[in-house]
């Protein structure tokens, strides 16, 4: 089961309707260039779920691009917490790979908990890899 949340704020929460979601083969980034978009994402990734696990809406939004933030108000992170944040801290979060997908970067974490694991996948702007322009748990 896939749970998706976009940045357009006309789509539902947990739509399975994004730009860069469709079924297609991706190609992945090179080590050197998966490393340089790491050091954005990592932290993306760490406070994102860190923020689940804390309720923190602010620090959750702390790496969202503008558009991220206006289509995730605290009502929806509310739902987030409700599915996820009863899996308590992470226990480990690890980056798995980095796709290309056109114009936008996509990277994948595997998040393991003490009673469960997920995915994570974090997408970012080729031309700003500092925000987070989509996310989804699967």
């Not at 702390?62 to 009863?86: H, N």
């Not at 970067?105 to 925000?131: E, F, H, Q, R, W």
């Amino acid at each position: 089961k896939h749970h998706r949340i976009y940045r357009n704020s006309a789509a539902p929460l947990l739509s399975f309707n994004y730009r860069c979601a469709q079924k297609q083969a991706f190609t992945y980034l090179s080590a050197d260039e998966s490393a340089q978009v790491a050091t954005y994402t990592d932290v993306a990734a760490q406070n994102i779920i860190n923020a689940i696990a804390a309720n923190d809406y602010n620090l959750f939004i702390s790496d969202f691009d503008e558009q991220m933030r206006q289509a995730l108000p605290e009502e929806q992170f509310a739902t987030i917490v409700k599915m996820y944040g009863k899996n308590g801290q992470a226990e480990s979060i690890s980056l798995l790979n980095i796709e290309d997908r056109g114009d936008f970067i996509g990277a994948n974490y595997g998040v393991t908990y003490s009673n469960a694991a997920l995915t994570m996948l974090i997408v970012v702007a080729k031309s700003d890899p500092s925000l987070v322009s989509g996310l989804w748990f699967k």
